[in-house]
Nanobody, 121 residues
Framework: QVQLVESGGGWVQAGGSLRLSCTASGTKFYIDAMGWHRQAPGKQRELIAAISTDGNTKYGDSVKGRFTISRDNSKQTIYLQMDNLKSEDTAVYYC???????????????WGQGTQVTVSS
């Protein structure tokens, strides 16, 4: 059974930074694409960032240039470095796992429990 455990959420003032981590278990992490999604109150979940097994990345338009996704296969962990945070980044952030080496939307498979990020303006 795949488990995704996020950490690093919290409260920060606008313009500040946070780093989220997600550690996976129960999966062959090195063959899985991974990602981060978020859901703000009253809005649908959206893809924020994804990373393939060979390090290719994709970002949502709203976070390009501010967020960076990375992975450490030896620790079965992905990270989301979030800089220049804005109040509109306030949301629950979810770690996601794809049953593919590439981040095809149809291959999205497992979700973490989510971690709250609150940005105060």
């Amino acid at each position: 059974q795949v488990q995704l455990v996020e950490s690093g959420g919290g409260w920060v003032q606008a313009g500040g930074s946070l780093r989220l981590s997600c550690t996976a278990s129960g999966t062959k992490f090195y063959i899985d694409a991974m990602g981060w999604h978020r859901q703000a109150p009253g809005k649908q979940r959206e893809l924020i960032a994804a990373i393939s097994t060979d390090g290719n990345t994709k970002y949502g338009d709203s976070v390009k240039g501010r967020f960076t996704i990375s992975r450490d296969n030896s620790k079965q962990t992905i990270y989301l470095q979030m800089d220049n945070l804005k109040s509109e980044d306030t949301a629950v952030y979810y770690c996601t796992q794809y049953r593919s080496s590439w981040y095809h939307p149809s291959a999205l498979d497992n979700w973490g429990q989510g971690t709250q990020v609150t940005v105060s303006s």
